[in-house]
């Protein structure tokens, strides 16, 4: 597999990229965290987060700005579908200019007509992601959230959890054991449902669907739990698990649990994109930062992985930039890979996300 550059996109603190066909047309959302405050110190837990996310199009060789939405302190976009409706699901983690407000809603836009509509407002607490998924027939939206610092009072729901669609909006439907939640990975195993959950703090889950609530079956060892991402492979299932402050390991599902089948890498990991190809495929990791978060090194090289029967090897380093985010999307029989880059080098917000074309 080859990368080849089609398109820098000119973003600020980009947490997030989400691909979305809507109306024969595709779409790039972009979260982006926050921008720069002239004369203010470097620092990634500064800045200006009353922001918008950029909406790009697609022109048929690159991707133009259409529009932007209001995302304050953006570190997620969830394009899902119920029926015909349309939905673009937003988290914002925060809003201010410092001190920063935690407490914030999150918004689920409808789209109707081309337009972005606010559809339905969440309270949430440093959220970060959203998933939508369908159990049983239901549709679900996950929500990981939280955060856990010395000072921080949360008054919204802090806690990450699950709404249901009721055939009107979201409604509660069950809280999960968090603290510091950062994503979730709904995986079908034969037929039985389940749910990947990662936390910075508490234990990292793996749920399973009873027919009326998700019940944990598996706890994940360590802490700094960033990303799961399920795959399947050589006729079996696998769980690729980043963690930012240990090992990257990819799992293999026994039957009954997930069993660690080897370390992909080292600290830094923070999101994963699965590319099938054949039997096998192509893991797309990314990676975050080193280091503190008052002190973080943030220009890392991020690798592919080449997933065969013996096992994966890496076949391609390219730079980031507090990478964030992949995701892969195709334009007839071309494939392409979208990249989220948050904090340049100097740890300043105004730093490019990417634009590959995929080569295999």
């Given at each position: 597999m080859q990368l080849q550059i089609l398109q820098k996109l000119?973003?600020?603190?980009?947490?997030?990229?989400?691909?979305?066909?809507?109306?024969?047309?595709?779409?790039?959302?972009?979260?982006?965290?926050?921008?720069?405050?002239?004369?203010?110190?470097a620092g990634m837990n500064a800045g200006n987060s009353d922001i918008d996310a950029p909406v790009y199009r697609w022109t048929g060789e690159q991707f133009?700005?259409?529009?932007?939405?209001?995302?304050?302190?953006?570190?997620?976009?969830?394009?899902?579908?119920?029926?015909?409706?349309?939905?673009?699901?937003?988290?914002?983690?925060?809003r201010g200019t410092g001190p920063y407000e935690l407490n914030v809603h999150s918004v689920v836009y409808e789209i109707r007509g081309g337009s972005f509509v606010v559809f339905q407002r969440f309270p949430t607490f440093a959220a970060k992601q959203w998933r939508h998924f369908e159990a049983g027939g239901r549709h679900f939206l996950a929500l990981a959230q939280g955060v856990v610092a010395d000072g921080l009072i949360a008054?919204?729901?802090s806690k990450s959890c699950l709404f249901e669609w009721d055939g009107e909006r979201f409604v509660h439907f069950q809280d999960i054991p968090s603290a510091?939640?950062?994503?979730w990975a709904p995986m079908q195993m034969g037929n039985e449902l389940y749910l990947g959950y990662a936390d910075h703090l508490a234990p990292s889950l793996l749920l399973q669907w009873t027919g009326d609530r998700f019940e944990s079956c598996q706890q994940f060892e360590g802490s700094g739990g960033r990303t799961m991402c399920p795959f399947d492979a050589f006729g079996e299932r696998w769980l690729a698990f980043a963690r930012l402050n240990g090992d990257s390991t990819i799992y293999r599902w026994s039957g009954n649990r997930f069993l660690a089948h080897e370390v992909l890498s080292g600290p830094g990991g923070r999101e994963f994109e699965w590319i099938a190809d054949g039997d096998g495929g192509y893991l797309v990791q990314i990676n975050f930062i080193h280091g503190t978060r008052e002190a973080p090194k943030t220009a890392l090289l991020s690798g592919i992985y080449a997933f065969r029967s013996s096992g994966s090897e890496l076949i391609q380093k390219f730079p980031t930039f507090g990478g964030t985010d992949a995701a892969c999307f195709r334009v007839g029989d071309e494939r392409y890979l979208a990249v989220a880059n948050s904090l340049s080098a100097e740890v300043r917000f105004r730093i490019d996300s990417q634009v590959y074309r995929l080569a295999l």
């Open positions: 000119p973003t600020s603190g980009a947490r997030a990229v989400e691909p979305f066909w809507h109306g024969g047309i595709l779409y790039l959302a972009v979260a982006q965290l926050a921008q720069d405050i002239s004369g203010e110190e133009v700005e259409d529009r932007r939405i209001p995302l304050p302190g953006g570190e997620d976009v969830e394009f899902f579908t119920i029926g015909e409706r349309a939905f673009l699901a937003t988290a914002s983690l925060r008054t919204h729901p510091w939640g950062y994503n």
